[in-house]
């Protein structure tokens, strides 16, 4: 459950996972910088999403611009706990469902999807399932004998001259996808803060019209007119009780500003 605090509203974000995020993982094999190992950490921490499996990786974990740690921000844990592993087949061993995606047609595929089919694909599944994303390198992809240890392939399509995306860019568009499915059921709910009752709103007239008559803007003949005005006008703005607090507030440093 996540809690965002606005104005006059506390909105309560109710998550309802289909599937267990820790089921998921992202599997990076052979990643050629360490920077996009980085940046797809933080994509991860964004959806929520922890398990990272990297094949063969670079030195991921320097220091300085150019490790992954530059582009992970709050993601650093990700990253430590990245587990390394020497073949791709290693890595997916306890996977049930293991996706791998590439931006090129080939023509002995015939399971090759778009991403506009992931949620589809995912509502079919007989159960929660484990689930590998894989991703290839940013040079070459996933070579075939990578793709034949899948048993499902993806694609994210592009309109432009440039087809290939980085491969952070890709981690999360996957995962964007995927949360639409695993958290389709999430509700906002919003608890308004509670309207002022007629003591508070009172009082806080009262302390107004003390106020306008100290600096002498209210005056003896026109007070049941300023009156009906006034009162019209806080009426109208359905304060909240924090909202009567926070004028009261104002109005008594007001006050201690006027002479006598």
Request: proline share 3%; charged share 20%; net charge positive.
């Amino acid at each position: 459950m996540l809690i965002f605090l606005n104005k006059n509203e506390i909105s309560i974000l109710i998550i309802n996972k289909t599937n267990d995020s820790n089921n998921v993982s992202i599997v990076l094999v052979s990643p050629e910088h360490p920077n996009n190992v980085g940046a797809a950490a933080r994509a991860m921490n964004n959806m929520g999403i922890s398990d990272l499996r990297l094949v063969n990786p670079c030195e991921f974990l320097n220091s300085g611009a150019d490790g992954s740690k530059t582009l992970a921000v709050h993601s650093h844990s990700i990253l430590e706990n990245a587990k390394v592993f020497t073949s791709l087949k290693e890595a997916i061993l306890d996977k049930e469902i293991i996706i791998g995606t590439t931006n090129r047609i080939r023509g002995h595929h015939k399971q090759l999807k778009s991403i506009w089919e992931l949620d589809s694909f995912l509502l079919n599944l007989n159960s929660p399932n484990k689930i590998a994303f894989v991703f290839g390198r940013e040079t070459s992809g996933l070579s075939n004998q990578e793709i034949n240890l899948c048993n499902h392939i993806i694609s994210i399509p592009t309109f432009g001259q440039n087809n290939s995306l980085n491969l952070s860019q890709a981690v999360m568009i996957i995962l964007y996808e995927f949360s639409k499915f695993n958290y389709k059921n999430t509700e906002l709910k919003t608890i308004e803060d509670p309207i002022a009752n007629s003591n508070h709103i009172e009082k806080l007239k009262d302390n107004l019209f003390l106020i306008l008559k100290k600096i002498e803007y209210i005056k003896n003949g026109n007070e049941d007119k300023k009156w009906g005005v006034f009162s019209k006008l806080i009426s109208d703005k359905k304060l909240t009780t924090k909202e009567v607090d926070i004028i009261q507030g104002v109005l008594s440093k007001i006050k201690n500003l006027i002479p006598g």
